[in-house]
């Protein structure tokens, strides 16, 4: 299992079998109220308001008709995620700091928590920027799985903040930061021929648009909510020449290029982000999925794949190798830190959000 409660606000999903499985016949609120879920991840995308000098309470949950349980998540502006939970006369209470943004923003918040390893993680990731910051603490507290299901049907014992975009609930824990990639089934071209990306292996070679044939090093295979910023993005055919429509992630870069590209930045290749396209025919968000599987290629360098006639950019890490906390957070996190490589620079010129605009509106037309 994974992924067992998900809710955008307006449409609530929750199964202790895992989202998509065969619902079972239990009656979660009568016949499992002492069950619980004794590792797993509760995940809040909501905005970071910079301005806002009250402690912003992203998620307040409290439940007291059995025995009392209470939960809230609250960010301030200051830079800090508090997370405070209490059950009967136990309380769990962790804080982390991180680089305060000055603008508001987009993030997405993690709570983690296994039980029988007596840790807890909290993490912060800024959607727009890819940045995130994480923290370990000792002997959290277990969620209920009764307060899990309240938590993700909006029931009244909860009350999440008027800026969230979605909440989800894990019974593992789950991976953060890095980007997420390209979608099952993304064909991926290799000196032998195109192949589905959940196909390859590591050491197999793919074609790269610099570099010749380079050997897979890793592929992190991540499946998320297909909700806020995790919605993936379709690239449709015959658009870019493919001969078939290819799915990606919002943060996933692809390369574009023409007269345009180079009149503003100076650089006929450029990497755009896939969402920059939405609004445009050639690119639409995907509405309909619950739950999507991400994969992503790790190579010595960072470079770019062919799919179908589109390339795109392999998984960037730059030197996360040195910083053993946020790698141990990571999809990266069984590789040998030895065999990680370190990616000193991106394969082509990175827009910047303002030059990312401006390109897309041209595209556009």
Same mark, same amino acid.
């Given at each position: =299992?994974?992924?067992?409660?998900?809710?955008?606000?307006?449409?609530? #999903?929750?199964?202790?079998?895992?989202?998509?499985?065969?619902?079972?016949?239990?009656?979660?609120?009568?016949?499992?109220?002492?069950?619980?879920?004794?590792?797993?991840?509760?995940?809040?995308?909501?905005r970071?308001?910079?301005?806002?000098?009250?402690?912003?309470?992203?998620?307040?949950?409290?439940?007291? /008709? $059995?025995?009392?349980?209470?939960?809230?998540?609250?960010?301030?502006?200051?830079?800090?995620?508090?997370? $405070?939970?209490?059950? *009967?006369?136990? !309380?769990?209470?962790?804080? %982390?700091?991180?680089?305060?943004? !000055?603008?508001?923003?987009?993030?997405? @918040?993690?709570?983690?928590?296994?039980?029988?390893?007596?840790?807890?993680?909290?993490?912060?990731?800024?959607?727009?920027?890819?940045?995130? #910051?994480?923290?370990?603490?000792?002997?959290?507290?277990?969620?209920?799985?009764?307060?899990? %299901?309240?938590?993700?049907?909006?029931?009244?014992?909860?009350?999440?903040?008027?800026?969230?975009?979605? =909440?989800? @609930?894990?019974?593992?824990?789950?991976?953060?930061?890095?980007?997420?990639?390209v979608?099952?089934?993304t064909?991926?071209e290799?000196?032998?021929?195109?192949?589905?990306?959940?196909?390859?292996?590591?050491?197999?070679?793919?074609?790269?648009?610099?570099? *010749?044939?380079?050997?897979?090093? &890793?592929?992190?295979? /991540?499946? !998320?909510?297909?909700?806020?910023?995790f919605?993936?993005?379709?690239?449709?055919?015959?658009?870019? *020449?493919?001969?078939?429509?290819?799915v =990606?992630?919002?943060?996933?870069?692809?390369?574009?290029? *023409?007269?345009?590209?180079?009149?503003?930045?100076?650089?006929?290749?450029?990497?755009?982000?896939?969402?920059?396209?939405?609004?445009?025919?050639?690119?639409?968000?995907?509405?309909?999925?619950?739950?999507?599987?991400?994969?992503?290629?790790?190579?010595?360098? #960072?470079?770019?794949?062919?799919?179908?006639? !589109? &390339?795109?950019?392999?998984?960037?890490?730059?030197?996360?190798?040195?910083?053993?906390?946020?790698?141990?957070?990571?999809?990266?996190?069984?590789?040998?830190?030895?065999?990680?490589?370190?990616h000193?620079?991106?394969?082509?010129?990175?827009?910047?959000?303002?030059?990312?605009?401006?390109?897309? %509106?041209?595209?556009?037309?």
């Amino acid at each position: =299992m994974s992924w067992i409660g998900l809710t955008d606000l307006k449409r609530a #999903h929750f199964n202790p079998a895992g989202i998509g499985a065969p619902k079972d016949k239990v009656n979660v609120a009568a016949e499992l109220p002492n069950a619980i879920l004794p590792e797993g991840t509760l995940v809040v995308e909501t905005r970071f308001l910079a301005f806002d000098e009250t402690p912003q309470e992203i998620l307040r949950f409290a439940r007291h /008709r $059995e025995w009392k349980r209470e939960l809230s998540l609250t960010l301030h502006a200051s830079g800090r995620f508090e997370v $405070e939970a209490h059950q *009967g006369r136990s !309380v769990f209470r962790a804080a %982390m700091t991180f680089p305060a943004p !000055v603008t508001d923003t987009a993030v997405r @918040v993690y709570y983690s928590w296994n039980g029988p390893g007596r840790w807890a993680r909290l993490a912060v990731k800024f959607i727009a920027t890819g940045e995130f #910051h994480v923290a370990y603490f000792d002997d959290p507290l277990a969620m209920p799985l009764l307060d899990a %299901m309240t938590i993700m049907r909006n029931g009244n014992k909860s009350r999440p903040s008027s800026e969230t975009v979605f =909440m989800a @609930v894990s019974d593992r824990v789950e991976p953060i930061g890095l980007a997420a990639g390209v979608c099952e089934g993304t064909p991926v071209e290799t000196p032998s021929g195109s192949v589905p990306i959940e196909r390859l292996r590591l050491g197999d070679h793919v074609v790269t648009a610099t570099s *010749g044939p380079q050997p897979v090093r &890793w592929i992190t295979r /991540r499946t !998320v909510p297909a909700l806020g910023a995790f919605r993936p993005i379709r690239l449709r055919a015959p658009f870019f *020449g493919l001969s078939g429509d290819v799915v =990606m992630a919002q943060d996933h870069r692809i390369r574009v290029g *023409g007269a345009e590209a180079e009149y503003m930045v100076g650089d006929d290749d450029v990497l755009l982000e896939t969402r920059r396209l939405v609004g445009s025919n050639a690119a639409w968000p995907e509405e309909k999925l619950k739950l999507v599987t991400y994969y992503h290629v790790l190579l010595d360098q #960072h470079e770019c794949l062919l799919h179908d006639t !589109v &390339w795109s950019e392999s998984l960037y890490i730059g030197q996360i190798a040195m910083d053993r906390t946020r790698l141990s957070a990571t999809a990266l996190a069984e590789m040998p830190v030895t065999a990680l490589p370190t990616h000193r620079a991106f394969a082509r010129y990175r827009l910047s959000d303002h030059e990312a605009r401006s390109l897309a %509106m041209v595209l556009h037309r």
